[in-house]
């Protein structure tokens, strides 16, 4: 009962909110209609997958080397270090003292003998669950009656298909799309499905690895349905405005990086990565750099792994930072934020397990989100 009395605390208002918060998203942001673009759709496609990741800092548009690269990078699937079979990864992360939580679910396997083509899907989900509906608990006397307290869930969920290839002729380049289904629902009282298109590239040679990834190319859309009925007297008698179908544009942006992975003797090897992510939907507030409408977010990240008698890297220390921003402080004032997170993954026989504790929030706040995935082999 507890639990339920929190998440009543805590949501009495979600609904209105998110609904209302579609809307005021219609409205404050631009339409195509008229010249204008709806801003921050499918932002939950931005937070990252995988507890590597996230222990790095998100740096893996050249680093990803797992079923991950095809969120990240679809090139990077092709790669020298790549293993000829198929393989799956799975992630866990929680957000906002369990409130929220995000997953995936990653396949990736050769199409070829010779590992030079991969094809790879990918889902992620991340969900608000047992969201008290509030919109009966009131009767016409002005009662409460807890017997028509309901609950809903809200979720954002993709699915991405992808295929990287080898590109002949150039030793160490490969090439990778993916293609995006999006779908959103808000409990019964709204949807939207939506579709785009990622494109990638990546490069290595020797220790030196680069990649680019131009994210929602073609402009990824959502087309959103509101059921209308489902809570259109409640928002008449609270003085809210009635949400319309629309649709919601993602503008294009780009992911790129730089890795070089250095030796240290016969027992140690340390990967450092640098990324950045650049956004064309106008100059977003806390972006470490942002003029005519483009806004920049590095990220920065390390990986230190010992390599066992037959010089595969079977144990990691992670580090790094993401999110580095100009931000506003409790007193009001424009302050540099940096948003550290650490790792660590052990590899045992076909399995893969990887942590990362990940600054979600201003370091005063302590917000942080515990990340685990898993990832195995099929031989």
């Known amino acids: 009962m507890d639990g339920i009395m929190k998440k009543l605390r805590i949501t009495i208002f979600l609904l209105p909110m ?17 010249d204008r673009t709806r801003k921050f759709s499918n932002e939950f496609l931005k937070i990252g997958v ?15 080397n797992d079923a991950t690269a095809g969120y990240w990078n679809p090139a990077a699937m092709v790669r020298k270090d790549a293993l000829n079979y198929p393989e799956v990864a799975m992630m866990h992360a929680s957000y906002f003292a369990n409130v929220g939580s995000l997953n995936y679910f990653g396949f990736a396997m050769p199409v070829d003998s010779a590992g030079d083509r991969y094809f790879g ?16 608990l009131v009767e016409a006397d002005g009662t409460i009656n807890y017997d028509k307290l ?20 150039i030793e160490g380049l490969s090439a990778g799309a993916s293609i995006k289904i999006v779908y959103q629902s808000i409990g019964q009282f709204a949807n939207a499905w939506g579709f785009g298109l990622d494109l990638g590239l990546r490069y290595q040679k020797g220790n030196f690895q680069t990649g680019v990834t131009l994210v929602d190319i073609t402009n990824t859309f959502n087309a959103w349905t509101f059921n209308t009925e489902t809570f259109v007297d409640a928002f008449i008698q ?40 650049v956004t064309l939907d106008g100059n977003r ?11 920049f977010d590095p990220k920065i990240g390390f990986e230190l792994a010992y390599l066992n008698p037959q010089f595969r890297k079977v144990a990691f220390l992670r580090g790094g930072a993401y999110n580095l921003q100009n931000g506003v ?13 650490i790792g660590a993954g052990i590899v045992l026989k076909n399995f893969y397990i990887d942590y990362a504790l990940s600054n979600v929030g201003d370091l005063s706040q302590n917000l942080y989100s515990h990340v685990v995935s898993l990832r195995f082999h099929i031989q």
């Open 285 to 295: 507030p806390d972006a470490l750099l942002a003029s005519g409408g483009v806004s």
């Open 150 to 169: 309901q609950s809903f869930s809200t979720s954002q969920l993709a699915t991405m298909f992808s295929y990287g290839a080898k590109i002949y002729g």
């Open 121 to 136: 899907v990918s889902l992620v989900r991340f969900g608000v669950d047992d969201i008290p509906n509030t919109l009966g």
């Open 238 to 277: 609270t003085g809210n405005d009635i949400p319309q179908n629309s649709v919601e544009l993602t503008q294009p942006s780009v992911r790129f990086g730089f890795a070089y992975d250095i030796g240290l003797g016969d027992k140690l090897s340390l990967l450092t990565a640098v990324d950045g992510q």
């Open 18 to 34: 998110l609904l209302v918060g579609a809307l005021l998203a219609q409205e404050a942001s631009p339409s195509p209609t008229n």
């Open 329 to 341: 402080n409790l007193d009001g004032e424009r302050a540099f934020q940096l948003f550290p997170t």
């Open 50 to 64: 995988g507890a590597r990741a996230f222990g790095m800092g998100q740096a893996q548009t050249a680093t990803a």
